[in-house]
């Protein structure tokens, strides 16, 4: 079953389709601020499972979620396409694009994602971390596991009132699909992809905000062009999508 989706049409000659992944607890309106500057393409934004209009989908496991995908974009008739996605949904781009099916698939564009953990401890120790997360957003009311989501190291870049304005708009998702969702696509169930990352045939791009100590150390062990944004942190499209958009558009017009 294809995944809940919206199509909008590039306002000059398209060059091709964009293709949005949000990540962990956002959905398809994620990326459009930034999509709005990028008039030259069409572009696909998609909700992941467990969230918005696929809040009623669940997959088990990262091939599940890949099945999704490509059932979508062969619903919408996506014959050439970029893919761009942020932290989960980066990671389910760079798991796409090295499973060796992607034909159509022209370039990759990743912000804050994870390429993988290649130690088998460090997995198990983040499976089991995603687990106990999963039981608070079971358990706990969602503002107040949201408050505690949004005070890990990653988004300490966050001001009190963008957090706040996050925790707002976050919770509207529905707390078992989170959870399922949370443990399916778990970092400790993610296989590393460095290896077929560095074989990749299509352009590979990374994005990080400058003030994202973690995936600036990520980011440069892989490769991909790496693109600083600047003043923003782990959120960098939310933080700055200016100069997002101004990237992106630089890496998707030549």
């Known amino acids: ?7 909008q049409p590039a306002r000059t000659a398209a060059r091709g389709t964009v293709v949005w992944l949000h990540g962990f607890l956002g959905d398809q309106r994620e990326w459009q601020a930034v999509a709005a500057a990028c008039v030259d393409h069409d572009h696909l934004f998609i909700d992941l499972p467990g969230h918005g ?15 999704q995908l490509i059932t979508t974009l062969n619903s919408y008739n996506i014959l050439d396409y970029w893919l761009v996605g942020y932290s989960l949904g980066g990671r389910i781009a760079m798991f796409h694009a090295t499973q060796g099916d992607t034909p159509r698939l022209r370039g990759l564009v990743v912000e804050g994602g994870h390429p993988g953990l290649p130690d088998v401890n460090a997995r198990d120790a983040r499976l089991a971390a995603d687990k106990r997360w999963a039981q608070r957003f079971h358990d706990e009311p969602m503002e107040t596991v949201l408050n505690v989501w949004y005070r890990q190291p990653v988004f300490a870049t966050l001001t009190d009132a963008q957090r706040e304005a996050l925790i707002t708009l976050r919770a509207r998702n529905k707390p078992a699909a989170l959870a399922t969702m949370l443990e399916a696509t778990s970092l400790g169930r993610q296989p590393p992809l460095y290896a077929r990352l560095a074989q990749l ?3 590979f791009h990374y994005l990080c905000g400058e003030r994202d100590a973690k995936f600036r150390a990520l980011a440069v062990t892989l490769n991909a062009s790496l693109h600083l944004i600047t003043g923003a942190g782990h959120n960098a499209h939310r933080e700055n999508p200016a100069a997002v958009a101004c990237c992106l558009n630089a890496i998707l017009r030549p």
């Open 53 to 67: 209009g696929s809040a009623h989908l669940s997959a088990v496991d990262f091939a599940h979620v890949n099945e």
């Open 1 to 7: 079953m294809p995944l809940a989706a919206h199509f």
């Open 201 to 203: 045939p299509v352009p």
